[in-house]
């Protein structure tokens, strides 16, 4: 194969397949030096769902917009501290049938790592999914600590 077929019109069929190889090695490396997850990197892709993380009462409220994936395509687990939300967007399409000249729906799987601040206790995450949004409610262990802890500084 010449390098001329890797350029060119056919150069969008490889495309997605890249943004998720290069968005996963970025997800590992950031893993491996211990560096926040949180945050979509630049070249996340549209895959990676949005994620809002708000303080309650009682603990958190995590919602993830994840338009297009079925519940069955979605898992959610604690681990430690830190929610593990995962999921894959399949294809509903058979390409045999047409010779397609644009693809721009995005298909794959997604993984996001959201650092909770406390292990919860067993059955204190509630899951709800509709229409393409996830909410998870997290209860903070009552040993768990809250608010500022103030640190004083001493003079050597």
Do not use: C
Request: charge should be negative; proline fraction near 6%; hydrophobic fraction near 35%.
């Amino acid at each position: 194969m010449s390098n001329s077929n890797l350029t060119g019109p056919n150069t969008s069929l490889y495309q997605p397949f890249f943004q998720s190889f290069q968005r996963e090695m970025a997800q590992m490396l950031d893993h491996l030096r211990g560096t926040s997850v949180l945050q979509p990197t630049e070249d996340s892709g549209p895959l990676t769902p949005a994620i809002d993380v708000a303080e309650t009462e009682t603990g958190l409220e995590i919602t993830a917009d994840v338009p297009g994936v079925n519940a069955e395509d979605l898992d959610a687990s604690v681990h430690g501290d830190t929610l593990v939300i995962k999921g894959e967007k399949s294809a509903d399409r058979e390409a045999k049938d047409k010779d397609y000249h644009l693809v721009e729906r995005r298909y794959g799987s997604f993984r996001r790592h959201i650092p909770l601040g406390f292990v919860p206790e067993n059955g204190a995450v509630k899951a709800e999914f509709s229409n393409g949004v996830l909410t998870l409610r997290i209860d903070r262990p009552e040993t768990a600590p809250t608010g500022v802890q103030k640190i004083e500084i001493g003079a050597s």
